[in-house]
Structure formats: C-alpha cells, structure tokens
C-alpha cells in the first residue's frame, strides 16, 4: 500500500499528464462516444455512415466508407468530437471486414486536429512527416503511437490513397482527458547554446510547436512544454533516442531578449480558479543554468478584458548545491481568469523549461454542503495539501491513493478551523504526509546516489531504468480487440532547419540555386576524373568546374561497381586498356568455390560468403589467410550476372586491376580471380568480425558492469587504435592518388584479431540502403560522409575523402548509435552543404560525441574545413593519432 502512495504522490508531483500511461480508450468501440459526435465529409451509403466507423464492431455494413472512388487528390474525412479537451496519445484503425464479406481498408491516412473546430492543425511526426501507415487487411487492427501526442477534442482522420481505390475505416482513439485546460501559449523562440563561434552544440527550441512561428515569436499553439516529458538533471541527456542535446527543454539567454525576463502567456478553454502553476526548470548551475529567481503573473479574466493591475509574485530560492532539476510550485491565490501572462526572471546566463502545468478549479457558485468523502482523478488537483474553500467548508487534498479528498466541517463562526470531531482525522493525514516525505527525501539521496554510479554504466542500462514514453514509428498488429500497448523505445529524431529548395532536386538548376559557384569555381582541365599514380592530378583547389555543377551522376553510375560500391574510382583507366594480362593475381579453379550465403546484390553483380578449398596452398606462404591446417577457408566472393552489359563488364575488370595492385594491412585484399570463363568473379578476404559499424553498435563503452554482466565492450583505447588503422590505410591509398569515395564504418572490416581492412561492401548491403541518396531515379550517393565539393560540383578527391575519414572518426566515437546528421532529411543535409559554400555561419555542424575527446573532435572539425586546402591530409592524420595508441 505505502509504495502504492508513493506512486500516486510522484505521479502527481512529476507531471499532470504522463503519456506513457495516458492510454485509454476513449469510447468509439464502446459507445461512450455517441453517433451524433461521429461525422463525416460523405459516406457511400447509409449503412456505411460514419457512426459504423466503431473499433472491431460490425454494424451496419461494417464500417464508414467515403463516397466513390477515393482519389490521390480527395480530402475526404471522418470526424470524432471527444466532447471534452483531450490528451490523445494512440490511434487504432481497422478496414471494412463485415463478417468477411468485406475487403475495403485504408493503406495510409493523415490526422488533423482541432481544439475549437474551427482552426485545425495537421498533425505530423518528429521527422516532419503528415502520412501514417494503416491496414494492409481488412480484420486486423493497427495501433499507431502519436509522436508527439496531441491536445485537441475534435479528431479527423483523412484516408490516403496513391491510386484510385474503395477505402472504408473503423477506428478507436486512445488518450486521457486534458484538465489542465491550457489550449495555447505564447513564448519566445527557443536558442541555441554555443561552445564556440559557429558550432550549435545545444538546441533547445520547441520543435513541437503547433502553433504561429513568427519574428522569433511562437504564439497560439501547444508543444514541448505541455508534452508529459519532464527534462533530466543534465540538459544534455534526454530521455528520447536520436534527438540532438537539449531537446526536452526550452531555454533562453539572459539579455538575448532586451530584458532581464522571459514573457509567457498562457490561455484557458474557460475561466478558472487558479491555485498554482509548476515549472519544471534546470539548475545545472555549473553550465550557467538555474531556476528563475522570481516570478509576477498578471491575470485577465476575459480574453478582451484588461490586464488586472495586482499581479502575483513569487521570489524562488535559489540553491546553488544541488544541480538537479525541479519542478517549482508558484502558488498563485485562487484567483480567477481566462489568461494569464507571466514574466520568469534570470538567475543566471540560462533559463529552461522542460514541461508546465496548472492546479486550478471551475469557478462555481459558493453552496452550503454536509461533510462528504469524495474520489478525483489523481491528476485533477495539486498533489500536495492545499487547503481550499468550498462554500463555507475546507477541503483538505491529501495524497491518499487515487487522489482522495477529505472535506473537513467547519463551525461556520470560526471559519478555516477544523471542529473536534474532524481532528484526529486531519492529524492523521498530516503524519502520513510528513512519513510519506521522509521516505521520499530517503528513495530522492538513494537515487541520486545510483544515478551517479549509473552514469559509467553502459547506454542501454540506463535506458532500462529511465522513464519511457512511447515510440511514434511502432505499429502492432492485433488479431483480438486492441489494448493500447506499452512501446519501450523512443521517438526519432526531427526538427524544423530550413525548408529544401526545389531545385535542389535539379542538379542542372543549382546554378540558378547557388549563382557563386559558377563564378568562384576555378577552371580546370581535370574533369571529374581522378588520376593512376602515373597521371598527374590536379589540385584540390583546381578541382571544380568552371561549368554548372552536377552530381557526377555519368562517373558514379558507371563506377560505382557490379555490386553498387564505388571502390577507388579511377576514370584515368581506358576501357581498350583493360585485358586479362593486366591482372595481376592467379585464376583459381571454379569448382573449388562453395557457396554458403548471399552478402548481398547491385545492379550487375552480387556478393556471395564462399569456402574456397585449397585456397592456402594455392596461394602459398605469406598470403593474408587464417591458418586453417589445409581445410578450406571463407573468402567473399564478388560476381557479375550473366545479363551485365558490356560496360558493367568493363567496369568489373577495371575494378580487379585496381585492387590487384593494392597491398596494404588495413586494405581488404584481392586473392584470386576467375574469369577465364562467365560468370566473372573476385576472391577477396572474408572478415570473421564483419563490418566496423555493425561491430560498435552492438557494443557499450567498457566500464565495470559491462565487465560485471559480461556485456560486449570496448575502451577509448580500442577505439583510437581503430582510428589509426583507418587512417593508415588511407594514408597507402592517398600515396597512390587512389579516392575512395565512400569511406564510412560499413566499409570497414574487422578480422578476427581486430585489424581493420577497408574494403567496399557497404553499398551492396540493403542493411545501409538508408545511408544512400538516389538522385533522380539513377546515382546513389552516401551524402551524410561526402565532402559540400562532392554534392554539389562532383569532385571526389583525397581532400574529400579526409572529409568522410571525419565523419567516420565521429560514427566511431558514438558507437554507431546513430546515423550522421540524424536531425536532417537527405535534402536537408544537401541544402546544408550550400550553407557550408556560402560560409556565412549557418552551416550544421556534427555534436561532438560524448566519449570523444576534446582534441580528437577539433581533428575531426579541421577534416570538415569548408577551404579544400586546410584540411589535414591523411599523412598528417595518422601522425596526429598513433601518438595516443601503443601500436
């Protein structure tokens, strides 16, 4: 019992509304929401009206289906009126099933919402995306999680469709009421947290905002702040996976606004009775970070009456030894309005709010009532004791299990004191208070103890003992009537940089884009070919075109391999010059080669994991082979399809006479060939460990308990001796002017000793499809590594390469956790390199990643110079790195 009060009361305490537990069904199955609050824009016929549109029910004909054909460009709509303001947090949809007689479903559907009926908002994911998947069958339902959730009492759901089609829709919604009755608030926009000029480190902008953005004003609208996400001690560390540091919070700086104070207005669906507001707010004073030092709250009754002239105020104390966060409770009198405006005061340099929220009460008429026990929602009141009036009686709230009140007699002549009859009761909540504090205060030091013997322990620990919410991309399929699941991960990544262009879209329309680059650009005769040590090169600063920049497009098709890689592209080479006297390895026998899986597949030609018998005394002694006592070995095999074009042909033959001439220690190796008969195929080494990005992502940094649990590990000293291993292998393959053009942890294989082999299986691999960008149906490009020169003028030289070394060198330092550039779209990050061409500081940069140190990422910035000859070259990087590792 006693830890179920310590749930309610820190439920209460935390938030009004926590999402993860806000997740009930709002009555469309059960009829609670009745058939005159369900509308629609048409229906087909009667039976198939909107009010059948009910979760797993078949009524009617089964469903509500819209009229005719649905067609890509319709809006068609079902609309549920919940009543009441309501946190809606889950969405379930079904087809037309009709005791299976029916096949009609939607594939897809948006979602606006209303908190009037008459302004309405879509709704969209964290990524920026309108559309949900729904049904691909008539009878299963399909629970979809809203990321972020939605505050709003009138729902319409608009099926999508990419082809002309019947679609019908049954759907159940799922959430909890919205007491709080705040339906917009009005702030300034959320800033950025520098470490340096030009490098945001920190972005605590309200990215859910629904609301007006404008003249960095943010007005009418709900986001982060009313979310149910309360931000963590550090402002750095969210609860959400893949999201930039800082983003549970809002936060401004002191004098970035003209004043010394934060101005917040904040309006209700109707007037109330305010008792307190709570703040959730940072204190990390160490990083310049405190809770307001005071704030005044000005009321208005009427949202076109004046301001009242009597604001509250309320002076915080400060604490400057304890940094964590917390929530300050403003006590703001019972007095009553409609709007309230609110000026929070700098402490310090910083300011920031995770999450807001009101006690309040419906203003009534002043009634005589008898002593009475009643039952409220828990998070309908403040959660500790209030003493409140009702009439000529006051109610003590005390934190008894569901939120119990105590309405205590009075003797109308002594008003506010408690008659002898109530006493022993009222003492008695007050000792179970001051006990429920004291363990509180206790399980509060306890925490705070672990949490900071947790802070060494392994990423996915602590995910395991924070607070969870929901995740938006989940979607479960249920064959019974659906109970809103329970989603242990997190959102993905969004937010708003800047909108893409066009003509972005349009590699021949960047010149209308980015006028500078034809007139900056340099004339050069070296083309977009990249030179044999024999051919001289051009330099990185002659490399561009003095013609519209392009995307390469002609080079990379025809370069990028039989298997969609693009190992060490050498347009220099002629096809005339290409003969099997050119390649400089042995045939081996076909029929020695055993296939045992497919690593994967291109265009032209696919890779298979083979067993090559007799391969060791084929190749005889110093060939790069585990000792395996004369049994056959694996090797991967790389293959071209029967169907390949001539030029695909060429192009493979091309590519075997490359890597027949490299041999290094940290370069994947050519064994053999065989191509006396069709199919045509390379033997090269086959990697035990796999690829780099695979190997760290199932991995945690060594600490204790990864050695106490036996969870997979490696140290900061594994990692830079990863680095310089890279390095050196692109040191060997710079000194032969050989570009890579797709340096990336998936390119980067591991034996089983550890040594690092860099190869060019990574684009093969429909595992890292999402970390390649097809432009226009032909190229794919991996433009999160590539250097601004290689999106938009096409140019692929060493220089570029150091680039994608730093982007490499940044995946490893975050364990591969997440993808580079996580926040951006694909068409973001080509847009972003427009900003790294004009260098007006607008450029985004990569966070430095928590376990690097601080020198290693300002070697990683030196590799993203926008000035080609500033950047270090890979002889300077591997003499910078082996220093810090004992090779």
Not at 431 to 460: D, G, H, N
Not at 817 to 840: A, C, H, M, W
Request: hydrophobic share 35%.
């Amino acid at each position: 019992m006693l830890f179920v009060l310590l749930l309610v009361f820190q439920l209460e305490t935390n938030a009004q509304i926590d999402p993860a537990h806000c997740r009930y069904p709002l009555g469309m199955e059960d009829g609670r929401i009745k058939d005159h609050d369900i509308t629609a824009s048409s229906q087909w016929y009667e039976t198939t009206g909107p009010q059948y549109a009910r979760l797993n029910r078949e009524e009617g004909d089964g469903a509500w289906c819209p009229a005719g054909l649905l067609q890509p460009s319709d809006t068609q709509y079902l609309q549920v009126d919940l009543g009441q303001l309501t946190f809606l947090t889950v969405v379930g949809t079904q087809g037309r099933y009709a005791r299976n007689s029916g096949n009609e479903f939607a594939r897809m559907y948006r979602l606006n919402y209303s908190r009037d009926g008459l302004l309405w908002k879509s709704w969209k994911n964290r990524l920026g995306d309108k559309i949900m998947k729904a049904n691909d069958n008539s009878y299963a339902s399909v629970i979809k999680d809203l990321h972020p959730p939605v505050i709003s009492r009138f729902i319409r759901l608009i099926p999508v469709t990419q082809v002309p089609n019947t679609v019908c829709m049954r759907v159940e919604l799922y959430g909890c009421p919205w007491h709080d009755g705040l339906i917009s608030y009005s702030s300034p926009e959320g800033q950025q947290m520098y470490s340096s000029p030009g490098y945001p480190i920190v972005s605590l902008n309200d990215s859910t905002y629904d609301g007006v953005h404008e003249r960095r004003k943010l007005s009418g609208g709900l986001g982060q702040l009313t979310d149910g996400v309360i931000g963590q001690d550090d402002f750095l560390v969210t609860r959400q996976y893949h999201v930039w540091q800082g983003y549970d919070y809002v936060g401004w700086k002191n004098g970035s606004l003209g004043s010394g104070h934060v101005e917040m207005e904040f309006v209700f669906d109707k007037q109330r009775n305010f008792t307190s507001m709570k703040v959730h707010c940072n204190n990390m004073f160490q990083s310049g970070v405190k809770i307001f030092s005071s704030v005044s709250c000005s009321f208005k009754p009427r949202l076109l009456a004046n301001w009242e002239a009597e604001p509250a105020e309320f002076h915080t104390v400060l604490d400057d030894r304890n940094p964590s966060a917390r929530y300050v409770t403003v006590p703001l009198g019972r007095r009553t309005a409609k709007a309230l405006r609110c000026r929070f005061t700098f402490a310090d340099m910083w300011m920031m709010f995770s999450e807001i929220s009101f006690q309040s009460v419906n203003t009534v008429i002043p009634t005589q009532m008898t002593p009475v026990v009643t039952s409220a929602w828990p998070n309908e009141e403040s959660s500790m004791p209030t003493t409140q009036k009702t009439g000529n009686l006051p109610s003590l709230s005390c934190p008894f299990f569901s939120g119990t009140k105590i309405l205590l007699a009075t003797n109308p002549s002594v008003e506010g004191q408690p008659d002898n009859g109530n006493t022993p009761v009222l003492i008695g909540c007050l000792v179970t208070i001051i006990l429920l504090l004291v363990v509180i205060i206790f399980l509060i030091l306890r925490c705070q103890y672990v949490c900071k013997v947790l802070e060494k322990a392994p990423r996915r620990i602590l995910e395991e003992v924070t607070v969870r919410l929901s995740s938006s991309s989940d979607t479960v399929i249920l064959q019974t009537p659906p109970v809103p699941p329970r989603v242990s991960q997190m959102d993905p990544p969004y937010e708003r940089i800047f909108l893409l262009d066009p003509q972005y879209q349009d590699p021949a329309a960047l010149r209308n884009k980015l006028p500078e680059l034809s007139q900056s650009a340099e004339a050069s005769a070296c083309g977009g070919g990249y030179a044999e040590p024999d051919v001289t090169q051009c330099t990185p600063h002659q490399c561009f075109h003095n013609s519209v920049p392009h995307y390469a497009e002609t080079d990379i098709v025809s370069l990028q391999g039989v298997t969609g890689s693009n190992m060490y592209a050498v347009p220099a080479l002629t096809v005339d010059s290409l003969t099997r006297k050119d390649i400089s390895v042995a045939e081996f026998p076909r029929h020695r080669l055993f296939f045992r899986e497919k690593l994967g597949e291109g265009q032209f030609g696919e890779v298979h994991l083979c067993e090559a018998e007799g391969l060791p005394e084929f190749l005889g002694e110093g060939a790069p082979l585990p000792d395996r006592d004369g049994r056959s070995v694996l090797v991967a095999v790389k293959q071209l399809r029967a169907d390949a074009t001539n030029n695909a042909r060429n192009d493979f033959l091309k590519e075997i006479k490359i890597m027949s001439r490299l041999n290094d220690p940290n370069i994947i190796q050519l064994l053999c060939v065989c191509v006396s008969s069709d199919p045509l195929c390379m033997v090269t080494e086959y990697m035990e460990n796999g690829d780099l990005n695979m190997f760290l992502s199932q991995r945690e940094m060594e600490s204790t308990l990864t050695h106490a649990n036996n969870i997979p590990s490696v140290s900061l000293s594994d990692l830079l001796h990863m680095s310089v291993q890279i390095s050196s292998g692109m040191r060997y393959l710079a000194s032969l002017n050989f570009v890579h053009r797709d340096l990336a942890t998936r390119n980067c294989l591991l034996d089983r000793r550890l040594t690092i082999k860099i190869a060019d299986f990574g684009m093969s691999r429909n595992l890292y499809s999402s970390d390649y960008y097809r432009i226009q149906g032909r190229a794919v490009l991996p433009i999160r590594w590539m250097a601004w020169e290689s999106i938009l003028l096409g140019k692929f030289t060493t220089a570029s390469d150091v680039w994608a070394f730093g982007v490499t060198l940044w995946e490893i330092f975050t364990l591969c956790k997440e993808q580079p550039y996580s926040l951006l779209s694909d068409e973001q990050v080509i847009e972003n390199t427009g900003e790294f061409f004009r260098n007006q500081g607008r450029q985004i940069f990569l966070f430095p990643p928590p376990l690097c140190p601080s020198s290693l990422f300002e070697l990683m910035m030196r590799c993203w110079d926008r000035d080609i000859a500033d950047r270090p070259t890979f002889e300077g990087l591997y003499q910078a790195l082996r220093p810090h590792v004992a090779l």
